[in-house]
Nanobody, 116 residues
Framework: QVQLVESGGGLVQAGGSLRLSCAASGSIATIKAMGWYRQAPGKQRELVASITTGGSTNYADSVKGRFTISKDHAKNTVYLQMNSLKPEDTAVYYC??????????WGQGTQVTVSS
């Protein structure tokens, strides 16, 4: 089992910044990547950014150039630095850790609200 604990959400004005953290513990070797998804009210959950164990990153087009995902291997923690936030970034952000085999692990979610 892997446990994912998120932190860093909150309320920010448009143009501001937030940093989300996701700390993983447990059977870390069973996961092949970590990332962030988000879900806004009435919308489907969507991938925001991900980073593999090898360090390859992937971003949604809507956040490229504004968000940066990084990983502290020593702490098994993934960070999502979000700059130039827009009201449309408002959502619940979920940490995600896909396994090499089987289902993904998910965090409990953290609310990000961007006011205009």
């Amino acid at each position: 089992q892997v446990q994912l604990v998120e932190s860093g959400g909150g309320l920010v004005q448009a143009g501001g910044s937030l940093r989300l953290s996701c700390a993983a513990s447990g059977s870390i070797a069973t996961i092949k990547a970590m990332g962030w998804y988000r879900q806004a009210p009435g919308k489907q959950r969507e991938l925001v950014a991900s980073i593999t164990t090898g360090g390859s990153t992937n971003y949604a087009d809507s956040v490229k150039g504004r968000f940066t995902i990084s990983k502290d291997h020593a702490k098994n923690t993934v960070y999502l630095q979000m700059n130039s936030l827009k009201p449309e970034d408002t959502a619940v952000y979920y940490c995600n850790a896909p396994r090499w085999l089987g289902y993904d692990y998910w965090g409990q979610g953290t609310q990000v609200t961007v006011s205009s």
